[in-house]
């Protein structure tokens, strides 16, 4: 496995306004430092680079794993996941109006994002609302 040096790391921590690239959860909520995801999975021939890294809460890395595509719920068909490198965030997700603990995918890429890194668990939405009290939320 590549390892993370602490140079990569926190060169990706400070692009990223230490917050998961992909749920906007802050670092200030985890107890375990946010995890550095390969946006191109190694498994794919990704490097481990600053070009291919992307700061990710534990929760989005895992359910992320080695994956590039998901399916979109709307169409069912398979589309790319998002991209932090390449892609803008408020491209592709919002902060839901009526509930802004929940994000909801702009795109079929944000749609498909969403579902596969299980976004709006339970577990996300109470981190979201806990954050919200305290103000840390939404970015």
């Known amino acids: 496995m590549a390892r993370i040096g602490r140079q990569l790391y926190r060169r990706v921590s400070d692009r990223a306004e230490h917050r998961c690239e ?3 959860l802050p670092q200030a909520a985890e ?3 946010l995890t550095i995801d390969h946006v191109i999975p190694r498994a794919e021939g990704g490097p481990t680079s600053l070009s291919n890294s992307a700061l990710a809460c534990l929760w989005c890395n895992a359910h992320k794993w ?8 709307r169409t069912g068909r398979w589309v790319r996941l998002f991209h932090p490198r ?7 997700f919002k902060w839901a109006p009526e509930d802004l603990a929940r994000i909801e995918g702009r795109t079929a890429t944000g749609r498909a994002t969403v579902d596969l890194l299980e976004m709006n668990s339970g577990r996300a939405l109470a981190i979201r609302r806990w954050l919200m009290r305290i103000g840390l939320h939404p970015p």
């Open 86 to 92: 390449r892609d803008r965030w408020e491209d592709h």
């Open 31 to 33: 107890v375990m430092d």
């Open 66 to 73: 080695k994956s590039t595509k998901a399916l979109d719920p």
């Open 22 to 24: 992909y749920c906007k």
